[in-house]
């Protein structure tokens, strides 16, 4: 069992905020190597600052990935935009736990190198978040419609 140490910091203003225990747990999940990260939970300003910085993109993305080291020993960071969540939890009619969920299994396997650049990797990488997500026992990311289970 690879191990983890992992901190998480919340500075989002945004309520229904997922428990560190839940993190810990999407985590280790998803990890197949020893992994020290940092999820940080942002609001939209901080957001879209790094979003511009590192991807020259001005907007607040749900997730961004900052890898630090590669296998066989995980370092990295992994932002998460609170608002984001949210509104796209709403406007998809996803449980917000659930989509936290997802998000963070997508931010992890990013540190893991997997990327959605090319259909093929995207595909590869889509799979292995439903498989990871829908073990945790929340339902398939990619539906269409996956309000039938709210797992909290």
Same mark, same amino acid.
């Given at each position: 069992?690879? /191990?983890?140490?992992?901190?998480? /910091?919340?500075?989002?203003?945004?309520?229904?905020?997922?428990?560190?225990?839940?993190?810990?747990?999407?985590?280790?999940?998803?990890?197949?190597? %020893? $992994?020290?990260?940092?999820?940080?939970?942002? %609001?939209?300003?901080?957001?879209?600052? &790094?979003?511009?910085?590192?991807?020259?993109?001005?907007?607040?993305?749900?997730? &961004? $990935?900052?890898?630090?080291?590669?296998?066989?020993?995980?370092?990295?960071?992994?932002?998460?935009?609170?608002?984001?969540?949210?509104?796209?939890?709403?406007? /998809?009619?996803?449980?917000?736990?659930?989509?936290?969920?997802? &998000?963070?299994?997508?931010?992890?396997?990013? &540190?893991?190198?997997?990327?959605?650049?090319?259909?093929? /990797?995207?595909?590869?990488?889509?799979?292995?978040?439903?498989?990871?997500?829908?073990?945790?026992?929340?339902? %398939?990311?990619?539906?269409? %419609?996956?309000?039938?289970?709210?797992?909290?």
């Amino acid at each position: 069992m690879p /191990q983890l140490n992992l901190t998480v /910091q919340n500075i989002s203003v945004t309520s229904q905020i997922p428990s560190e225990a839940d993190f810990k747990k999407w985590v280790k999940a998803t990890i197949r190597v %020893d $992994t020290e990260a940092t999820i940080r939970i942002v %609001d939209e300003a901080e957001g879209r600052e &790094l979003n511009k910085a590192y991807r020259g993109k001005d907007y607040a993305t749900n997730v &961004l $990935t900052f890898p630090l080291s590669e296998e066989p020993h995980l370092i990295g960071d992994i932002v998460i935009c609170a608002p984001v969540v949210a509104s796209e939890a709403a406007s /998809q009619n996803k449980a917000l736990k659930a989509h936290f969920a997802h &998000l963070t299994v997508h931010g992890v396997l990013h &540190l893991h190198g997997y990327d959605h650049e090319i259909d093929a /990797q995207a595909e590869l990488m889509e799979s292995i978040e439903t498989e990871i997500v829908m073990k945790l026992g929340y339902p %398939d990311p990619y539906l269409a %419609d996956n309000s039938l289970s709210e797992n909290t």
